[in-house]
T-cell receptor, first 116, second 111 residues
Framework: DTGVSQDPRHKITKRGQNVTFRCDPI?????LYWYRQTLGQGPEFLTY????????KSRLLSDRFSAERPKGSFSTLEIQRTEQGDSAMYLC??????????????FGEGSWLTVV | RKEVEQDPGPFNVPEGATVAFNCTYS??????FFWYRQDCRKEPKLLMS?????NEDGRFTAQLNRASQYISLLIRDSKLSDSATYLC????????????WGAGTKLIIKP
């Protein structure tokens, strides 16, 4: 399978613990995105990378959230001191990021986080 | 006002019927438009891009109305497997490729 892959698919954690999600994008894609989605809502943008550079970060993202893409390939999203409100599906996506492609993005299957 | 708005539904439609969704967007500089489909507890998957002249893919037709700033999705001869949430997505170069998502319209096809 050469699509976007995410790990773990499901995570249950106690409030206050740290969690980390990993995303492996489609290999030729230079753009990588993280979104968060809760029930009944569309995906909410968190941050995105062009290669290894983090170019944009949502103002909604608190300082407990940090993302990295050290070599311009896989990315990690870490949430520190988790809160119950962090419970959501965390989606990673990637794209070619060119005008010609219209920036069509492809999603991974998501990582479900439940904070108890 | 949300940047991208959709009727949340649900739309309950008998199998074989035709159903249409609209989606309005507020940024007149928007340049790329997409419809994604999302099944329950799954990731969104691209259904089709929306082109200025309108485009069709089998039973699905997408149209863009720039003057009124809305896009539409028409599903003909609906199937049970069309039951899903349909998400409208808009992109403008001035948002640096950031995609703006609607909250989705839930469609339920009944036998």
């Amino acid at each position: 399978d050469t699509g976007v892959s995410q790990d773990p698919r499901h995570k249950i954690t106690k409030r206050g613990q740290n969690v980390t999600f990993r995303c492996d994008p489609i290999s030729e894609h230079n753009r990588l995105y993280w979104y968060r989605q809760t029930l009944g809502q569309g995906p909410e943008f968190l941050t995105y990378f062009q290669n290894e550079a983090q170019l944009e970060k949502s103002r909604l993202l608190s300082d407990r959230f940090s993302a990295e893409r050290p070599k311009g390939s896989f990315s990690t999203l870490e949430i520190q001191r988790t809160e119950q409100g962090d419970s959501a599906m965390y989606l990673c996506a990637s794209s070619l990021g060119s005008r010609d492609s219209g920036n069509t993005i492809y999603f991974g299957e998501g990582s479900w986080l439940t904070v108890v | 006002r949300k940047e991208v708005e959709q009727d949340p539904g649900p739309f309950n439609v008998p199998e074989g019927a035709t159903v249409a969704f609209n989606c309005t967007y507020s940024n007149s500089a928007s340049q790329s438009f997409f419809w994604y489909r999302q099944d329950c507890r799954k990731e969104p998957k691209l259904l089709m891009s929306v082109y200025s002249s309108g485009n069709e893919d089998g039973r699905f037709t997408a149209q863009l109305n720039r003057a009124s700033q809305y896009i539409s999705l028409l599903i003909r001869d609906s199937k049970l497997s069309d039951s899903a949430t349909y998400l409208c997505v808009v992109n403008s170069w001035d948002s640096n490729y950031q995609l703006i998502w609607g909250a989705g319209t839930k469609l339920i096809i009944k036998p």
